[in-house]
């Protein structure tokens, strides 16, 4: 077997690194097993591995359908490479593997007035009175302001949560409408657009509510967003996502209990992005390198998003 073929092919599907390193694993682990050349695999032969791994090794149904995947993908590359003229996964798959409910998905109507909710309970009518001095209220307003426009951008670019913290103030185009988001690993640099109903927050925290927050720096900063790090006095991605973004997710699921975390904002966001403008476009709108990625946001394939979405960080 030729492993660097193999995960390239991987890698060319848009699977992770790790997904590439277990499915290597377990065609090798399949190959031990079966003593057989892959030109001269069949069927029976697949369907006695599936069985002998339930029987001998214990695995749950779930798990052997995730051998199977594995499988069909390196018969696929084969026959593509032209090493093989059949797949003997075809047409096969694992009885009981029950489907996950896909969470609800958000049209854009539906983030619109969820987040006016949100605006409404958390910034315009929220209860400070806990707060017994006002040098304490006037600070709370400031980062639920902060919070606010955090909660329209997440709403409406479907970007994630980690790259709300790499946006910088040069990010910003009020004069086209624009907002640059910075990619990383994973994700492609873009430029969104915005709303006509996002300049106005957008105005008020440039001019008023971010140079009041920057009075409480100890440093200048060129970030839109101040404070994200420092509320929770930590510095990495993960302690920031449990010290800003938590309760922010928390604040939503208190209005729709239907909401499960930002990343199921992100995948309503794509959906309507390749329904309305298709997989070319939808994969430039989110950062996607591989239109395979994209592909996972098709009507066709959204049980699958699920898992994605509870895979990721649960504030992603």
Partial sequence: ????????????????????KQYFLVVSVFFKWAKTPAE??????????????????GLQNVTRQNHLIALNHYFTHLCKEGETDKNPCNFLKIRGTNKKRLH?????????????????????????SRHRHEAQRHYSRLYRERNALIISILFNQGITTTEIERIELADIDLTKASIKIKGGKRLNDRVLPLKATQIGLFIAYLQNTRPQLAEYQTKESEKLFLGLTAICNKTTEKDMNRGVFKPLAEQVKSI???FNNFQQIRASIIIFWVKSYGLR??????????ISATEKYQIN???????DINKLHPFL
């Fill in 1 to 20: 077997m030729n492993k660097k073929n193999f995960i390239n092919y991987l890698e060319g599907k848009g699977l992770a690194p790790l997904t590439q």
């Fill in 40 to 57: 001269q695999v069949t069927k029976p032969d697949i369907l006695r591995y599936l069985e002998y791994i339930k029987k001998r090794r």
């Fill in 104 to 128: 609800k998905i958000y049209t854009p109507e539906e983030l619109e007035t969820l987040f006016d909710n949100y605006y409404q309970l958390f910034v315009r009518s929220y209860d400070d």
């Fill in 256 to 258: 729709d209990k239907q």
């Fill in 281 to 290: 476009k939808a994969q430039h709108l989110a950062g996607h390198r591989f």
């Fill in 301 to 307: 394939n959204l049980d699958g998003l699920t898992d």
